[in-house]
T-cell receptor
Framework: QKEVEQDPGPLSVPEGAIVSLNCTYSNSAFQYFMWYRQYSRKGPELLMYTYSSGNKEDGRFTAQVDKSSKYISLFIRDSQPSDSATYLCAMSADRDDKIIFGKGTRLHILP | NAGVTQTPKFRVLKTGQSMTLLCAQDMNHEYMYWYRQDPGMGLRLIHYSVGEGTTAKGEVPDGYNVSRLKKQNFLLGLESAAPSQTSVYFC????????????FGPGTRLTVT
């Protein structure tokens, strides 16, 4: 079983819809969870950062962590064409530990 | 601030040629990283550095060497390029105690023929 699993997509949704992106993981030691957004031909940029379980909201984005199920989610409300990108989940066991990235999900928001 | 910059942006090499990729950051970060990104493989760590003068191997270090002579620069070398090293290379940096929040450069697209 891979350490981090992420559906590569592509996922196509109409503008204005709620988007749900997910990752599962196998290492119960992971405590720090991140979502990076990567536009085409650009480097990844940190979008959301959470520690342990729970929810974190930032504007239209909500990150959710369920450590008991080893499952994390990113929700995008009122999706916009500018949200079209690849979203990579990432996680680590400690703040100074190496980050393990998912392979990314390609998202297309259709105008 | 320019953040993290990478040179060059594109390069085509022939098998057996050598080259050096340069990464520079102006955020005074201690940690720097080199990743490669391939379709269906995600980001894979090649080498990293926890400070000036130090380097360590990541997940896929074979065929690459690195140097961190100055805190702001991290160099990735390919001594004898192979077609399997065709990839997009990303450099990243982070604060010493916050390696979770990595700042990425724009990438270098390398093709080895």
């Amino acid at each position: 079983q891979k350490e981090v699993e992420q559906d590569p997509g592509p996922l196509s949704v109409p503008e204005g819809a709620i988007v749900s992106l997910n990752c599962t993981y196998s290492n119960s030691a992971f405590q720090y969870f991140m979502w990076y957004r990567q536009y085409s031909r650009k480097g990844p940029e940190l979008l959301m950062y959470t520690y342990s379980s729970g929810n974190k909201e930032d504007g239209r984005f909500t990150a959710q962590v369920d450590k008991s199920s080893k499952y994390i989610s990113l929700f995008i409300r009122d999706s916009q064409p500018s949200d079209s990108a690849t979203y990579l989940c990432a996680m680590s066991a400690d703040r100074d530990d190496k980050i393990i990235f998912g392979k990314g999900t390609r998202l297309h928001i259709l105008p | 601030n320019a953040g993290v910059t990478q040179t060059p942006k594109f390069r085509v090499l022939k098998t057996g040629q050598s080259m050096t990729l340069l990464c520079a950051q102006d955020m005074n970060h201690e940690y720097m990283y080199w990743y490669r990104q391939d379709p269906g493989m995600g980001l894979r760590l090649i080498h990293y550095s926890v400070g000036e003068g130090t380097t360590a191997k990541g997940e896929v270090p074979d065929g690459y060497n690195v140097s961190r002579l100055k805190k702001q620069n991290f160099l990735l070398g390919l001594e004898s390029a192979a077609p399997s090293q065709t990839s997009v290379y990303f450099c990243a940096s982070s604060y010493v105690s916050g390696s979770n929040e990595q700042y990425f450069g724009p990438g270098t697209r390398l093709t080895v023929t």
